[in-house]
């Protein structure tokens, strides 16, 4: 029996090795991608973020809609209706008297009628303007709904801003009181202060970190906020830029009441509210008038599809 031996040379087993190693890395896919920078946040973008994927905003605005809607279906009730109506009937046979056909045998009839309303002591005319109230009242919502996400997602905006820079003087304190602590080390192994100076600083270093404990958490906490409000992901990481603009308000007390008093969505949709209530009570007496509406009807049959007349059918009964 003979033996086949393969040898491979070491230079070139190890040359094969970095290859395959080298093709690897190469076809990885997370080496190829390159890791995508956390978004930065403004005031401005994260307002319009906030209004974007928010749901209460989606859901007032779909509220707008509807009672658009409601609105356009009560203004129909001015308008006429028509309805068209084709029945066919057969017998089982044709109904003679005196030799003259009154019921064929196959019955096609046709329907059309047309109503115009006149006056409904003025039911129509009262819930078309409770229906355009409900649709100031539901821009109204949704002009609130938006005013108080913008207002929340501020809040959150300079909380972040604020909770950062009480980090940064956390972190501050700590390396002041690290630093003082080592001083204070250093004069008490030379017997230049006593113990109780030295035991204070630890003291101060200590506090100074649990501080700096606390500052982190209460950022992670407003950065969790800020994102939730924004719906990301509670921990997505991102970036805020400063707000560094200082004005200075002018406006009085008696001015912002005033405006206030004016502009405010809440005394707007209760104003409208109260109106629709007074709308609704007039409705209610409607039903003490009487109703004339303007109807007309066309009938036509026959004793085929073409309705044309026919045996014991006759042109003037159409």
């Known amino acids: 029996m003979q033996r086949f031996t393969t040898h491979i040379k070491p230079a070139g087993y190890l040359w094969m090795t970095l290859s395959l190693f080298v093709a690897v890395l190469v076809g990885s896919p997370w080496l190829c991608r390159a890791e995508e920078p956390p978004p930065n946040f403004t005031l401005q973008s994260s307002i319009q973020h906030a209004l974007k994927n928010s749901t209460q905003v989606l859901s007032a605005t ?3 809609g509807a009672a658009e809607a409601n609105k356009n279906k009560q203004f129909t009730e001015f308008l006429p209706k028509l309805s068209a ?6 017998a089982d046979g044709e109904t003679s008297l005196n030799g003259f056909v009154i ?7 046709f329907t059309a009628t047309a109503r115009q309303p006149i006056f409904s002591g003025f039911s129509r005319l009262t819930q078309y303007d409770i229906s355009a109230l409900g649709l100031d009242i539901a821009q109204l919502l949704e002009q609130e709904t938006r005013q108080d996400l ?13 909770k950062e820079k009480l980090e940064e003087v956390a972190r501050q304190a700590v390396t002041q009181w690290q630093a003082q602590s080592k001083v204070s080390k250093n004069f008490y192994e030379v017997g230049m202060v006593p113990k109780n100076d030295f035991l204070q600083a630890e003291v101060e270093l200590a506090n100074a970190q649990q501080d700096l404990v606390v ?26 830029e400063d707000v560094l603009v200082y004005e200075v308000f002018t406006r009085t007390y008696e001015d912002c ?14 104003d409208l509210e109260v109106e629709a209530a007074e709308k609704e009570v007039t409705l209610t007496k409607s039903d ?31």
């Open 215 to 240: 500052a982190q958490n209460n950022v992670q906490l407003a950065r969790s906020r800020f994102n939730t409000l924004l719906r990301r992901s509670v921990d997505a990481p991102f970036t805020i």
């Open 150 to 162: 913008i207002l929340q997602v501020k809040t959150a905006y300079f909380e972040v801003l604020q």
């Open 62 to 64: 779909e509220g707008v």
């Open 257 to 270: 009441v005033e405006t206030a008093m004016e502009q405010r969505t809440e005394m707007k949709v209760a």
């Open 85 to 90: 109506e084709y029945a066919y009937r057969r």
């Open 288 to 318: 003490y008038y009487p109703s004339i509406d303007l109807l007309a009807n066309y009938y036509k049959r026959g004793d085929d599809f073409s309705l044309d007349g026919g045996e014991g059918i006759l042109k003037e009964e159409e």
């Open 103 to 109: 019921n064929p045998e196959d019955l096609h009839e």
